[in-house]
């Protein structure tokens, strides 16, 4: 018995009801979340420095004559007055001895002046010599004393260019490489020698704009409230903190900026004089801010926003407004409070008011 039209559609429309009855709903998106976590952070601003030594000494020489045997090796520690360079100081010991034989022979010349006038003096206070007489040997002693200082003048600039012939340190630091060969003749034409740098402790020199300053100021910023540092080529930090120690006097009016100074001391000898760092100031008071992972942040034409999840397990695209970054961490200074639930991992697949399913993320560094 064949089914009547009628009959084989009510049959079908129920064979496709059933169908749609029994297929899966899809289940809720999976995503990691991570609570927005309140931390203290310090402000901070970072300037470009150049380090520079405290003392810094350029070695010349002050008188002429052959370079002899130099007393250290490049790059030597060396001590205050320790002896580096030697010129031959055999002719200027030889004019210091011939200075001495004309100062012997102005102090006897002297003595001999002495006597004869007061010879003569007592001779015309008995009215037997003459006043002329008297007269001469006076002006014969003025020209005896004359002739023993224009001696001692004589034997003590001798003896300042003898001692020109050792060249030594005035500083304790290190020495650079020597520039001239042993052997050769040097004199005060001939330039540097070598030079001596006191890198102990080390200055940094950076400048900031006026504005910048002026907010300092402001903010009731000093020297004792900030806490200096330095960060290098490589990007590590030199392991000692600085001091705020001189805020220039002057403002260059090509940039508008205005130099300061920071004090580091320099055990290990990171900083060397010349090199370019990066100075960052800190503030020692730090303040509680709401901090995320950088890698939750998008950005569109309208701004920063991430993703939260709310009480009802749905998506919510939340606008924010970013601030500092620091260690992978970014500020979020409006949009965002602490404890909300930011989703960090399959953000990507998430739209808003979507039903996810969170799953807190493990700590940092854990699987």
């Known amino acids: 018995m064949k089914a009547s039209p009628a009959v084989l559609l009510a049959m079908l429309l129920t064979v496709s009801t059933a169908a749609v009855g029994q297929q899966p709903t899809s289940a809720p998106l999976a995503v990691l979340v991570q609570p927005a976590e309140a931390r203290s952070l310090a402000v901070q601003r970072e300037f470009i420095g ?21 007393k250290f090796k490049d790059g030597d520690l060396v001590k205050q007055d320790q002896l580096l360079f030697l010129i031959e100081p055999e002719p200027y010991q030889a004019n210091v001895e011939q200075r001495e034989g004309q100062r012997a022979a102005a102090v006897g010349a002297l003595a001999n002046a002495e006597v004869q006038f007061k010879r003569a003096e007592d001779l015309a206070r008995t009215n037997v010599g003459t006043q002329q007489t008297l007269d001469q040997r006076r002006a014969e002693l003025i020209g005896a004393k004359g002739a023993l200082t224009e001696a001692d003048a004589s034997l003590k600039d001798a ?38 740098v006191a890198e102990q402790p080390m200055m940094v020199l950076f ?25 290098l080529a490589d990007d590590s930090l030199h392991p000692e903190p600085g001091t705020l120690d001189f805020i220039d006097v002057q403002v260059d009016p090509r940039t508008d900026g205005q130099t300061l100074r920071a004090s580091f001391p320099n055990t290990d000898g990171r900083l060397t004089d010349g090199q370019t760092v990066r100075v960052i100031l800190e503030e020692k008071q730090a303040a509680k801010v ?16 991430l993703y939260v999840v709310n009480r009802d397990d749905k998506a919510e695209q ?11 961490l970014v500020v979020v200074e409006d949009g965002l409070k602490e404890g909300e639930k930011v989703i960090v991992q399959g953000q990507q697949r998430v739209r808003p008011g979507m039903t996810v399913a969170p799953e807190l993320a493990p700590p940092s560094g854990q699987p």
């Open 50 to 70: 150049r380090a520079q030594a405290l003392d810094k000494v350029d070695l010349r020489a002050r008188v002429q004559g052959f370079l002899g045997p130099r």
């Open 290 to 305: 709401v901090m995320v992972p950088q890698s939750v942040i998008a950005s569109d034409q309208s701004g920063y926003y």
């Open 318 to 328: 939340r606008r924010i407004k970013v601030g500092a970054e620091r260690d992978g």
């Open 159 to 196: 003896k300042i260019k003898l001692s020109y012939t050792e060249i030594r340190s005035p500083i304790a630091g290190r020495i650079g490489r020597a520039n001239v060969p042993p052997g050769n003749v040097v004199g005060p034409e001939s330039g540097i020698l070598a030079t001596v």
């Open 207 to 231: 400048a900031v704009t006026q504005r910048e300053l002026l907010e300092a100021r402001r903010g009731g910023a000093s020297g004792e409230a900030l806490t200096v540092r330095v960060r």
